[in-house]
């Protein structure tokens, strides 16, 4: 962000004179506070000391799914949904059924800007409807230009794969070969096999026929245009921008190597767009950075994490994917994934994040429902989620809980109405009309799709993705761990139970589901908040926590330190708060949905048993 003075002044004087609003008339007016909603909701977020932070200075964890594979489809010209009510439909059950307060809403530069130097404004006014549904339910957005395989026009009709992102006109630019991937049993092998793919890739990242230069007047138009078509409490919910998915070099230039290839090309790019998102108006949002697809591979691994870029500072996230590759090979992982399976892998994110000065979103990670290895995936979910809330896999996470690190955000691939029932023309033939799974290369990985009745249904067992996390923190996050008890099949997966060691506690629980949250105060006024899960009832939620103890917690008052209310949207989704007065002090809280009432002396004992072993691990 250290773009010189005199730059910035002449991007914004750009931005007058080539019209980049694309817009008439004034702002929209403010809109009223979302349904449900408390003093202390709906603030921007920033980057500050490595975390995401809300105005109230708490932290924010960031949890949900992409909104959707659907944008890589002609079938809706490149937007997530049909129709806007579609889109209202997918927004409510993401936070009652998925449980997520987040998505990554995807973008397409083909629909964009379908004629080179001309934006459509048409597309724009849809995706900020759409966009706006899920930040009228209380639902914070990220969006994201996505593209993989860089066009579906570098591949023919007859083609057995097919890719998403650029325009026509960026394709026919190119003169490139007649696309082939050879012997490929993966779409993803195009990426390093694929001649044509390859080349655009190339072009793009060299800036040969300002194809890069095209796409960052197009980011920015784009971005000018979200920011003066929604409301300013609505783009107070809009986190950053993705200015590029999965980005890969195609091919290196001589002597060069993919951490270099970071350094002198990748990072300059996204130096420019983040110039690009402060002409528009997107100064105090951070631009959510990838680094070169493969750099935490398990299986196809490139150095890079954009180690040569130095500190990043509030100005930027550090976004990653991560997909089992092993696990999805169904080759190089027999079997299940188990407990502490990707601990490692995540933690690696969050080092890296650390060390460049700035926070951490896992903005895509998943595993195929269909398919020889669609078995896995409750393990392999499960893995991925325990990965997400702690670095201590479940075996070791009493004994060593303050090794837990940041809480990381994470946002799941993917949310798509429309899975099993699309209408995709593939590579526009009419003679391959896909309808299964995803529509696309083969996929499926949402996690949700209608029913016969037209009605959001989960995909997966609700106890994965319905998930109690801090969704905002009133201090600092010393450890937080959820045993979701999820199945694979008919079999419970039970990672993390509470030790016998701890008698009162265990016998508190039992087989219910629970988290463990602790904390050190801030100075702000405003609540801890976790999100409840559906299976976690006012009338089965026990709460034993340093600043009370209930069974059925009441409803929330700036006065009662452990309370239940709305979240905000007006959904139904739920969430706790708890309320301290100090700052500094060490707080924690466990949260459980047994079926039954505990007595008075059991919740005592638990409280008691639980302050000895915060006192025993945090000092």
Request: net charge negative; hydrophobic share 35%; aromatic share 10%.
């Amino acid at each position: 962000m250290d773009m010189p003075n005199k730059r910035a002044r002449l991007l914004v004087v750009l931005v007058v004179l080539c019209g980049f609003l694309t817009v008439a008339g004034a702002r929209p007016a403010p809109a009223d506070a979302l349904t449900d909603s408390l003093s202390f909701d709906d603030t921007p977020l920033t980057v500050q000391n490595g975390r995401f932070v809300d105005g109230n200075g708490r932290e924010v964890v960031l949890r949900g799914y992409n909104v959707s594979g659907e944008t890589k489809l002609a079938e809706n010209k490149g937007l997530p949904f049909a129709s806007v009510a579609d889109a209202k439909k997918s927004a409510t059950a993401l936070r009652t059924l998925g449980g997520g307060n987040s998505v990554r809403f995807l973008l397409s530069w083909a629909y964009a800007e379908p004629v080179k130097g001309q934006v459509d404004t048409t597309y724009l006014a849809n995706a900020t409807a759409q966009m706006r549904a899920f930040l009228d339910a209380g639902i914070r957005v990220y969006p994201d230009f996505h593209q993989d395989l860089y066009s579906r026009w570098l591949f023919n009709s007859g083609s057995w794969y097919t890719g998403d992102g650029a325009p026509a006109w960026a394709v026919a630019l190119g003169n490139y070969p007649a696309e082939s991937c050879g012997i490929c049993l993966l779409w993803g092998q195009n990426i390093t096999q694929n001649g044509a793919v390859k080349a655009a890739q190339y072009d793009f990242w060299h800036n040969n026929h300002g194809l890069q230069d095209s796409f960052l007047v197009t980011a920015q138009k784009t971005m000018a245009y979200l920011k003066a078509n929604l409301a300013t409490e609505e783009f107070a919910g809009v986190v950053g921008f993705d200015p590029y998915n999965e980005p890969y070099a195609g091919t290196y230039d001589s002597g060069q190597n993919s951490r270099t290839w970071e350094r002198d090309l990748l990072w300059p790019f996204y130096v420019k767009f983040r110039a690009r998102m402060d002409a528009a108006g997107w100064t105090d949002k951070p631009a959510m950075v990838e680094p070169n697809l493969f750099w935490n591979g398990n299986v196809s691994k490139e150095e890079g994490g954009l180690l040569d870029a130095g500190t990043l500072g509030s100005g930027y996230v550090f976004n990653t994917h991560f997909y089992d590759q092993k696990a999805i090979s169904g080759i190089l992982m027999w079997g299940n994934a188990s407990d502490g399976q990707y601990v490692t892998d995540f933690g690696t994110v969050r080092d890296r994040a650390t060390a460049a000065g700035t926070t951490a979103v896992v903005s895509e990670f998943g595993h195929p429902l269909n398919g020889s290895t669609a078995g896995k995936a409750p393990t392999v979910l499960k893995a991925m989620y325990q990965a997400l809330d702690s670095r201590v896999k479940g075996a070791n996470w009493w004994s060593a809980p303050a090794g837990s690190g940041p809480v990381l955000s994470g946002t799941q691939w993917q949310w798509d109405l429309y899975n099993g029932r699309h209408h995709e023309l593939m590579n526009d033939n009419p003679d391959k009309v896909l309808t299964s799974g995803d529509a696309w290369n083969d996929e499926d990985l949402s996690a949700v799709k209608l029913d016969d009745s037209g009605t959001p249904v989960l995909r997966q067992d609700a106890r994965l993705l319905d998930r109690i996390y801090p969704s905002a923190t009133a201090g600092t996050t010393l450890a937080f761990t959820y045993e979701d008890r999820s199945r694979d099949g008919s079999t419970t997966l039970t990672w993390n139970p509470v030790p016998s060691s701890l008698p009162n506690m265990s016998s508190l629980v039992g087989t219910g589901q629970y988290s463990v949250l602790v904390w050190r105060s801030g100075s702000g006024s405003a609540p801890t908040e976790l999100h409840l899960p559906a299976s976690f009832p006012n009338s089965t939620t026990t709460v034993v926590s340093d600043l009370g103890t209930v069974y059925g917690p009441p409803a929330y008052g700036s006065s009662t330190p452990v309370g239940a209310a709305p979240e905000p949207g007006g959904t139904g989704s739920r969430r706790l708060l708890l309320t301290d007065s100090d700052s500094g002090v060490l707080h924690y809280a466990l949260v459980t949905n047994r079926t039954t009432a505990p007595s008075a002396s059991l919740l005592s004992a638990a409280r008691s048993e639980l302050a000895t072993w915060v006192a025993q691990k945090f000092g």
